[in-house]
Nanobody, 114 residues
């Protein structure tokens, strides 16, 4: 069965960095677009970044452009999100999503606070 398992979240000070990972199994990872979403308390889930099958093309929400980088390693069936220059407004639960499907990871909490 499809499994998406996020890791790497935590508490970080403003200006700091975190790297999220999403380990995928149960499907042919290289055949799908993959995305990161986030949901802050009291807000709707929003798209953060998306990456194509081979990683040749990426797209980002305006709020994270220039600070976050999405990438993938198809040999390791793993999706990544490198987050730099973190701001308090980046605080949210971050989810990976299998493109075009109903499959989501369980989420990992990112808290940016001094």
């Amino acid at each position: 069965q499809v499994q998406l398992v996020e890791s790497g979240g935590g508490l970080v000070q403003p200006g700091g960095s975190l790297r999220l990972s999403c380990a995928a199994s149960g499907f042919t990872f290289s055949s799908y677009f993959m995305s990161w979403y986030r949901q802050a308390p009291g807000k709707e889930r929003e798209l953060v970044a998306v990456i194509t099958y081979t990683g040749g093309s990426t797209n980002y929400a305006d709020s994270v452009k220039g600070r976050f980088t999405i990438s993938r390693d198809n040999a390791k069936n793993t999706l990544y999100l490198q987050m730099n220059s973190l701001k308090p407004e980046d605080t949210a639960v971050y989810y990976c999503h299998l493109g075009g499907t109903r499959y989501w990871g369980q989420g990992t909490q990112v808290t940016v606070s001094s």
